[in-house]
Antibody, heavy 115, light 107 residues
Framework: QVQLQESGPGLVKPSETLSLTCTVS????????WSWIRQPPGRTLEWIGY???????NYNPSLASRVAISLDTSKNQFTLRLTSLTSADTAVYYC?????????WGQGTLVTVSS | DIQMTQSPSSLSASIGDRVTITCQAS??????LNWHQHKPGKAPRLLIY???NLETGVPSRFSGSGSGTDFTFTISSLQPEDVATYYC?????????FGGGTKVEIK
């Protein structure tokens, strides 16, 4: 059974770049699609984007200019990079397996953007 | 983006009650509708995909129905472990979008 675990900084400053890693066990990231989803405080879930080992990726148009998802097959991890952070990026960030339908999720990690 | 309108936003019911949540899409999404369960501090869990298909290992008291723009999620007999927030999510069009969530509590 696949398990996913997010890791990264809990606090980042405005204008900086966020880098979050998802470590996958029980599945190879060479298969399937891998996604990031977030939930700002008091708001619903927002899909960020997905990527695959084949190089296929797709991002939410609202974030596309600032986001990139990359895969590291040697560590069986995938990474979210989000640039030019503002307070609006404060959220719980989840990694998931799936393209448009998240099948397995991580527990999430809270990221706060504040000076 | 397709807007997903979910109701109610919260409900309180007794153990054994039948619980129903509705979800409406802003345009036809055929049966490309998933339901996820999220308990505080835990990973969200996919319960139903394709509007009515139960994910492996999910108890049969959970069910889903609907097509087009109108969908229903039902817990046939509410159990204590069902306390959670439930989200509908469309997968027909990118970007995938989620409903606002329904918080289910025990009365």
């Amino acid at each position: 059974q696949v398990q996913l675990q997010e890791s990264g900084p809990g606090l980042v400053k405005p204008s900086e770049t966020l880098s979050l890693t998802c470590t996958v066990s029980g599945d190879s990231i060479r298969s399937f699609y891998w996604s990031w989803i977030r939930q700002p405080p008091g708001r619903t879930l927002e899909w960020i984007g997905y990527s695959s080992f084949s190089g296929t990726s797709n991002y939410n148009p609202s974030l596309a200019s600032r986001v990139a998802i990359s895969l590291d097959t040697s560590k069986n991890q995938f990474t979210l990079r989000l640039t030019s952070l503002t307070s609006a990026d404060t959220a719980v960030y989840y990694c998931a397996r799936g393209k448009a339908s998240p099948v397995s999720w991580g527990q999430g990690t809270l990221v706060t953007v504040s000076s | 983006d397709i807007q997903m309108t979910q109701s109610p936003s919260s409900l309180s019911a007794s153990i054994g009650d039948r619980v129903t949540i509705t979800c409406q899409a802003s345009q036809d999404i055929l049966t490309s509708l998933n339901w996820h369960q999220h308990k505080p501090g835990k990973a969200p869990r996919l319960l139903i995909y394709g509007a009515s298909n139960l994910e492996t290992g999910v108890p049969s008291r959970f069910s889903g129905s609907g097509s087009g723009t109108d969908f229903t999620f039902t817990i046939s007999s509410l159990q204590p472990e069902d306390v959670a927030t439930y989200y509908c999510q469309q997968s027909d069009n990118l970007p995938p979008t989620f409903g606002g969530g329904t918080k289910v509590e025990i009365k």
